[in-house]
């Protein structure tokens, strides 16, 4: 577990903190990785500019919305409130849930590229098994131990990711600069307007299950609380879903793609 710190950053302070987690110059290779937008452009379902929005857009609304935001978040609340062993389990579930194997080598070893930064540029003794489960739960470990807000943290991973993937078509489809930025700003848009709905989503969704759950507690104190069981109910409570086959399948077929420049 990593320890908050005691006092309370300022805003400035994290201002600088979001800007640093969301920077392209972060040293952890993500910009070799295009999740799936490679394989995509391969494929024919992305082409040019306006294509190229629509695979994002649904990749957003799915993937980042509809899946690793909220996991995120519930990741972050667990670890605000103490509740460790719940942190932990969403983190293995996320994990588990990653849908192929170049996924599951992308997520673990841009949370290893992060624990090098952490220890190196700030001096952070990462406990070992908090990379094990990827990069997501990691970056849920580094805003929580840096105090930063929910929506934040939440807008900042989904920028970031974003951004990656527009640079990876800027590239690769290929597209100019301008439309890149066209694409990005759309996207971020997008983004920007479902933010504190999501979050407030996700702390209330979190708050009402360990009320619930602590309440139980109190009238029969001889069991232990389930936590996967719990994690299934957030889910259900956010309609959190993983389950998206043809991402998968593109993520497949680039393993095998004859010639690229990605990762992912």
Known sequence: MMVN??????QS???GQLLMLASSNLPIGSYTYSQGVESAIESGVVSDEA???????DYLA??????????????MCALSQGHEALAANLAHDYHAGLESK?????????AQAMVSWLNEVLSLGIPA??????FLPLFAHVAQHWQLPLAQSIITYGFAQ??????????????GQMAGQRILWQLQSDLGVQVDALSADVQQAFDALITSTNT????????????????????????ISNNLPNLAILSSMHEEQYSRLFRS
Do not use: H, R
């Open 13 to 15: 302070a994290q201002l």
């Open 102 to 110: 170049e996924f599951v080598l992308e997520s673990q070893q841009l």
């Open 51 to 57: 294509s190229t929005l629509i695979f994002m857009q």
């Open 162 to 175: 974003l951004e990656n993937m527009v640079l990876a078509a800027v590239k690769t489809v290929p597209l």
């Open 62 to 75: 799915l993937a980042v919305v509809g899946y690793e935001l909220p996991v995120l978040g519930l990741i």
């Open 216 to 239: 139980m507690d109190t009238l029969d104190t001889s069991e232990e609380p389930d936590c996967q069981q719990l994690c299934q109910d957030l889910y259900e409570s956010l309609n």
């Open 129 to 134: 098994e908090i990379p094990e489960d990827g």
């Open 5 to 10: 710190t005691s006092a309370q950053p300022t």
